[in-house]
């Protein structure tokens, strides 16, 4: 803690008061009981992720791949946020927030009490499905769906209106996440493996911008090599307690 705080302390006012960008990934949801996708528990563990993931392991596979969905979405809807999105909430309430970026599906920062307008889901929600053959039909969940593969009203079936591998991220969410990466902000990484692109970029963009970096991981990455910061641990953890040290210097 003692590194984090003299960072802190040394960071430019206005870099934390122009409001914070967090990019968030998988790790951040490992302490509500959910899974990251890659590593030894990970679920990319037994199959490959195109077939779990991708237009064309769906087209090949709709039980296994709605199996897998439905599987998560009971965790997701059985789980709950963790110390790490309500961290974001107090950053929040404090005028400290500008951004959530996450590329997770489990819909807990909203359920934690972040405000809708500040989070992009820029790879979907689990918490949602679409026609597949793009007939319009979409459904909400609150639980998971007890029958799976689920069926659309047209005949086809829906799949979860997540973003998968090959399929382009929605441009508004990416642009407005690409804009954030500049010099005037303090961008920090939770939980993310950065190997997955477009977002494993943002970081880049954002060192090359002049911003700076901070990473909450277990374990060094790519993000950690440029970060500015690398808080190595379990960001459960240590996030909380720097949002309490920047909240107590910053209110
Ligand atoms: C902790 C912790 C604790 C654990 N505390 N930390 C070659 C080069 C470059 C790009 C490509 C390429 N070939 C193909 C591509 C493009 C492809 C891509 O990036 N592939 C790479 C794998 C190489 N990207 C795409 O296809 C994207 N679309 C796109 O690019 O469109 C343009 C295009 C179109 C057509 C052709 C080519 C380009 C779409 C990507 C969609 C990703 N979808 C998924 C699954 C769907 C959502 C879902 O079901 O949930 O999204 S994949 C999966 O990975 C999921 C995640 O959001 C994403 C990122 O994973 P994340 O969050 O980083 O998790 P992990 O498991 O990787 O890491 C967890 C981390 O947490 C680890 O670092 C741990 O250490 C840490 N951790 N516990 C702190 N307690
Ligand atoms: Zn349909």
Not at 99 to 112: C, L, W
């Amino acid at each position: 803690m003692e590194n984090i705080k003299k960072f802190v302390d040394e960071l430019d006012r206005d870099l934390i008061s122009n409001g914070m960008v967090f990019i968030i990934g998988a790790g951040a949801s490992v302490a509500s009981g959910l899974k990251t996708f890659r590593g030894e528990e990970g679920h990319y563990k037994d199959h490959r992720p195109e077939d779990l993931a991708s237009a064309y392991g769906f087209m090949r596979d709709p039980d296994l791949v709605w199996e897998w969905y439905q599987m998560r979405m009971r965790k997701v809807f059985d789980a709950k946020p963790n110390a790490i999105h309500n961290a974001l909430v107090d950053l929040e309430k404090h005028n400290l927030l500008d951004t959530i970026i996450t590329q997770n599906v489990d819909g807990f920062h909203h359920r934690a009490g972040s405000s809708l307008d500040k989070i992009v889901e820029i790879h979907g929600t689990i918490t949602k499905s679409h026609c597949f053959d793009n007939c319009g039909e979409t459904i909400d969940y609150v639980a998971a769906p007890d029958e799976v593969p689920v069926k659309c009203k047209c005949g086809g079936l829906q799949r979860p209106s997540v973003v998968w591998f090959g399929e382009t991220l929605n441009s508004d969410d990416l642009i407005r996440s690409q804009n954030r990466m500049m010099r005037d902000r303090l961008v920090v990484t939770i939980g993310t493996s950065g190997i997955v692109y477009p977002v494993a970029a943002l970081p880049f963009i954002a060192k090359q911008n002049g911003a700076t970096v901070i990473d909450f991981n277990l374990e060094a990455s790519s993000i950690s090599e440029i970060a500015d910061l690398f808080v190595e641990g379990p960001a459960e953890k240590t996030f909380p307690e720097f949002a309490e040290y920047v909240i107590s210097l910053y209110q």
